[in-house]
Every structure is written in structure tokens, then in C-alpha cells.
């Protein structure tokens, strides 16, 4: 019902072949496997595999076979689904981003909390005109390697997916497009017509929203929670991390890494296919584009 999953350029089954009491399964040569392995040993055997992998860059992750391909996918949007955090970009359009981005940094850690947080550095983005969130998008924003695959694959095998992001709903309605998401959720920024007003609309959409999007959704589908995939980067992504079947940290902060299901820190989105159980054969390798 178990399995070492490994994931990284160079994977081989040899290296671990003492851990192994039957053949392993191949996902993708020399990149992606699966070891079946017992439930009761695979604490053990994940810091063993992670003992003899160490210095090399592979993402390795005990996974349950069981539901193992999920119908839902719940996908942070800033540092995840895309390579930058929009707020710190819109900072930076106003000369503000080392001030933010600081801020932004600690929240994500766990540090302060996230509402706060936020409402802190709209604040400071008041007066900034509205054509700075076009150049942001336009000049900034870029789809992480992956996300095209991991979407269209997913839902070529019938899941829903979804964004949620504490970012702002300019931005994910525009991401949850280039990407291919069923539907999207984010914060409002509020403006004059003419520039920010440095305020946000409440509610703030944080890490209990997040919670409750995948609540709803769940309770929509008409599954189960072990049939979600959650993923994230940050301390407000941790709620529904830790409540879907498959919580993934991805190149996340420590305090999410540690505390997540499983954790891929070296692989880009393509590997979330490989800890569902997909071999290359069956994932859709979607052109990327920069948005």
C-alpha cells in the first residue's frame, strides 16, 4: 500500500537496492520510480533512502497507493504554480521591494501572520497606478517548469483543479487561464480608477480560506479528502497541505517542509505526476509559454 518514491535526474533503483524486497517500478528511466514497500517499515526506510541519497539532488517520499491519482488539486499560486511573489514585483515597481519583500519572507515563514502581513504591504502600495499590475504580469510573471504538464494531465484524467492564492485576483485570474485551471480564488486589491488605494477588500483570503476552499470543493466533487492534492510553499498554505490525502511542500519554507506529507525541493511540477503513480507514457507534455 506503500511506496519510495524517488524523483530526480539520475534516480536508479541500484542505489537502493538493499532497502528493496521486490522490483522496483519504473516511472521514468533514469529519472522517476517507485519501491513497493511495508507500511511498518517506511519511516525507517525513508531516512535510509535519504541517508544514501545524500549530496545527490532527488526528491524522495513514501506515498500511499491507495487513491493514489487524485481527483482534485488545490495549487498555491505565487513561488508555486509561478516563479515570482506579485506582491514583492508590485513593490518593486514602486521602489519598495527589499521593505516588502522582507515582510513577505517572514509571513511566509510563519513568522507574523499572514493577514497582517498583508494588509501591512498593500498599505504601503497606496498611490501606485494601476498600469503597474499590466507591467508586472507582462513583464514578470512566468508559469513554473511544469504547470502546464501537471495541469493538463490532471485533468485529462478527469480532476478538478483549482488556484487559491493570498495574492490578488488580478494576477490568478490571468495565471488560472495561461495554465489551465477550472476555477480560481484571490484577494481584491482596491483602487480609485487611477491608483491603489492601499487597502484590500475583506475577508482577506488566507490560510483558513484556503482551508475552506478545499473544504468546499471536496464537499462538491463528492470525494474524499485522501483524493486531494494540496501544494504549496508557505506557512498559509500549511492548513490545506496538511488536510488533503497528498500535501505537498514545493520548494517550500522550512516550517512547511517539515510539516507537510510529502516534499519536493529539487524537481520541478512534473514531479507531483510521478508522486500520483504517473509514468511518462501517460503525462501530457503541454508546450510551456511564459504565461
Keep these: 500500500m506503500f511506496v519510495l518514491n524517488v524523483i530526480g535526474k539520475g534516480a536508479a533503483p541500484a542505489l537502493f537496492t538493499d532497502l528493496a524486497s521486490t522490483a522496483p517500478v519504473i516511472l521514468s528511466p533514469g ?10 517499515d517506511a519511516p525507517l526506510l525513508l531516512a535510509e533512502a535519504s541517508a544514501l541519497a545524500e549530496g545527490l539532488k532527488l526528491d524522495i517520499n513514501i506515498v500511499d497507493t491507495r487513491r493514489r491519482r487524485k481527483k482534485l488539486l488545490l495549487a498555491d499560486m505565487d513561488s508555486t504554480i509561478i516563479n515570482v511573489e506579485c506582491l514583492d514585483e508590485l513593490a518593486d515597481m514602486a521602489g519598495l521591494k527589499p521593505r516588502i519583500a522582507a515582510i513577505t519572507e517572514r509571513a511566509m515563514r510563519g513568522e507574523i501572520e499572514f493577514e497582517t502581513a498583508l494588509k501591512e504591504r498593500v498599505g504601503l502600495l497606496k ?3 494601476l498600469d503597474a499590475l499590466e507591467r508586472t504580469y507582462a ?34 485570474r490571468r495565471v488560472a487561464e495561461a495554465a489551465g485551471f477550472h476555477a480560481e480564488r484571490g484577494n481584491t486589491l482596491l483602487d480609485d480608477g487611477v ?27 463528492g470525494i474524499g479528502f485522501e483524493e486531494a492534492l494540496a501544494v504549496g510553499d508557505g506557512a498559509n498554505d500549511l492548513a490545506m497541505i496538511q ?24 524537481n520541478d511540477l512534473t514531479a507531483l505526476l510521478y508522486l500520483q503513480g504517473y509514468n511518462d507514457s501517460e503525462i501530457s507534455r503541454a508546450p510551456e509559454r511564459d504565461h
Excluded at 243 to 266: D, E, F, Q, R, T
Design 195 to 221: 491608483a491603489l488605494t492601499g487597502e484590500v477588500a475583506m475577508p482577506i483570503l488566507g490560510r483558513q480560506a484556503k482551508l475552506q476552499a478545499l473544504e468546499e470543493a471536496v464537499a462538491k466533487l
Design 243 to 266: 488536510k488533503a490525502g497528498l500535501g505537498v511542500a514545493y520548494h517550500a519554507k522550512p516550517v512547511v517542509a517539515a510539516a507537510a506529507g510529502a516534499s519536493i525541493a529539487h
Design 127 to 129: 498611490g501606485l497606478k
Design 139 to 172: 513583464e514578470r510573471v512566468r508559469l513554473n517548469p511544469g504547470a502546464k504538464n501537471l495541469l493538463a494531465t490532471m485533468r485529462a484524467h478527469g480532476a478538478h483543479t483549482m488556484l487559491v492564492s493570498g495574492g490578488f485576483g488580478y494576477f490568478t
Design 31 to 40: 529519472f522517476a520510480f517507485d519501491l513497493p514497500v511495508a507500511e511498518k
